[in-house]
T-cell receptor, first 117, second 112 residues
């Protein structure tokens, strides 16, 4: 079974400071990892993904994430937080083990990011 | 690219009534997914279509739930004999092949 853990319900950071939102995962094979952001009364928006290659992936709005296979982590980062980054962030994983087309993506419970002016 | 659209955005119904939601995916996307999201939780996978074929269903999807995707375009999710526990946000997403999924704004269902 695949699973995702987001250990922090909420992360507070001052505007202009770097931010990190943590995510760890568990899959039986190789992971396909995602970050999504959800603003109030809006659908989830895709931020970035990791499937293979460079462990540091860059995404939308200046966000990046670092894949660490040994720690089974995929933490979301941004060098300088903006007030407009305040939202709910979801980490998600899909097991890439060949399984006849199984497409289930498992999401974490989300981390609320609050950027303080 | 008009994105994924869902209708209605909000639905209030009485317990025992049937409801149907519609999802229109991004036009070139051949894969379509339904999720359910409750407060304080991430989206939970319900079912998945590749073109018109329903290839995967979660155990969360009871017999009262049915989904269709005729002609591989839009999809409908029907809930029969609604229960208060069905109150949630129902999300639709689409993707091209196995790439990242793009989500619609969701349909918020309230069962009274």
């Amino acid at each position: 079974a695949q699973s995702v853990a987001q250990p922090e319900d909420q992360v507070n950071v001052a505007e202009g400071n770097p931010l990190t939102v943590k995510c760890t995962y568990s899959v039986s094979g190789n992971p396909y990892l995602f970050w999504y952001v959800q603003y109030p009364n809006r659908g989830l928006q895709f931020l970035l993904k990791y499937i293979t290659g460079d462990n540091l992936v860059k995404g939308s709005y200046g966000f990046e994430a670092e894949f660490n296979k040994s720690q089974t982590s995929f933490h979301l980062k941004k060098p300088s937080a903006l007030v407009s980054d305040s939202a709910l962030y979801f980490c998600a994983v899909r097991d890439l083990t060949p399984s006849g087309g199984y497409q289930k993506v498992t999401f974490g419970i989300g981390t609320k990011l609050q950027v303080i002016p | 690219d008009t994105g994924v659209s869902q209708n209605p955005r909000h639905k209030i119904t009485k317990r025992g009534q049937n409801v149907t939601f519609r999802c229109d995916p991004i036009s070139e996307h051949n894969r379509l997914y339904w999720y359910r999201q409750t407060l304080g939780q991430g989206p939970e996978f319900l079912t998945y279509f590749q073109n018109e074929a329903q290839l995967e269903k979660s155990r969360l999807l009871s017999d009262r739930f049915s989904a269709e995707r005729p002609k591989g375009s839009f999809s409908t999710l029907e809930i029969q004999r609604t229960e208060q526990g069905d109150s949630a946000m129902y999300l639709c997403a689409s993707s091209l092949l196995s790439y990242e999924q793009y989500f619609g704004p969701g349909t918020r269902l309230t069962v009274t």
